[in-house]
């Protein structure tokens, strides 16, 4: 990853679910950037934001 920007909203207590949702900005040459939400078990927003990186390529050779 070589890019967060993420803003907390409310917190998340240990063994709690939540729901995670991406929806992807682009994907170009290995670069990856997407729009995550993070949701709790009341469907309550908790986190947001932006994440991107690169992703390797595997070597199957």
Known sequence: MSSSEMEFLQPVFPGETVT????KIYYRFHKLKCEVKMYNEEMELVCKGVLSGMLKVADNG
Not at 20 to 23: C, E, T
Request: no cysteine; proline share 0%.
């Open 20 to 23: 995670v949702v991406s929806k």
